[in-house]
């Protein structure tokens, strides 16, 4: 089992909850086959930083929380110095980040951390855990679950879907935005917002991928 690989497979789980997670969610997700995640996670549960039981699925211990959590802290500090320093687009920043994630080191990380002033979010709005894998309390929530007729706050966008993360910038829902929630369709949830005078229909899915704070 190589570092990577590990650290791939911990910052996966943390993404889908961290507990009680099936193998076939987690083949898809890493878009592995579901034999290669049952080994994976028999590896992780021998290290200590997997509970695994048979029919509930699998779940992070503390020590492979932490772990996760200290994967993706390098890897929103690097998509925040990229955007910063070499002005990346937010397009680009999660695929360079991947990239860069698991050949940081402590020392750089301490450096980049300390060279941004610890910023506790990243390009796309996303909370960076600190060094000691705590994260920033907000009262995000996420924009399908709001109210219609409620004036909201865009604070964090999806990075990993490219075709998604433009769609939104071209529609002009980007961090700081003000949107107001106009209507419901209640066939499919999909909803109906107002950005500068402008009226955007928002499928369900892409809704669910958006957080905002209610103002």
């Avoid at 979010?121 to 309390?137: K, Q, V, Y």
């Avoid at 907000?138 to 709001?146: Q, R």
């Avoid at 219609?148 to 966008?157: A, G, K, Y």
Wanted: hydrophobic share 40%.
């Amino acid at each position: 089992m190589t570092s990577i690989a590990r650290e791939d497979y911990l910052k996966a789980m943390w993404k889908l909850g961290s507990s009680n997670i099936g193998t076939l969610e987690l083949a898809n997700h890493l878009e592995v086959t579901p034999a290669s995640a049952t080994n994976m996670i028999l590896k992780l549960s021998e290290n200590g930083l997997v509970m695994h039981k048979p029919y509930k699925g699998a779940s992070l211990t503390d020590t492979g929380l932490k772990q996760a959590l200290s994967v993706v802290r390098r890897h929103r500090l690097l998509e925040t110095f990229l955007s910063k320093t070499l002005g990346l687009s937010n397009e680009d920043l999660h695929v360079e980040a991947e990239r860069l994630e698991h050949a940081l080191s402590k020392n750089l990380e301490n450096s980049i951390a300390e060279y941004l002033d610890n910023p506790v979010r990243d390009p796309h709005g996303h909370p960076i855990p600190g060094p000691n894998g705590e994260i920033l309390t907000n009262d995000d929530i996420v924009l399908s679950d709001c109210p219609i007729n409620s004036t909201t706050l865009i604070r964090q966008v999806p990075d990993e879907d490219l075709e998604i993360l433009l769609w939104l910038k071209n529609n002009g829902i980007i961090l700081g935005q003000k949107m107001y929630i106009k209507s419901k369709n209640n066939f499919d949830d999909s909803l109906v917002v107002e950005i500068n005078d402008s009226l955007i229909e928002i499928s369900s899915i892409i809704s669910k991928l958006v957080y905002v704070t209610r103002e």
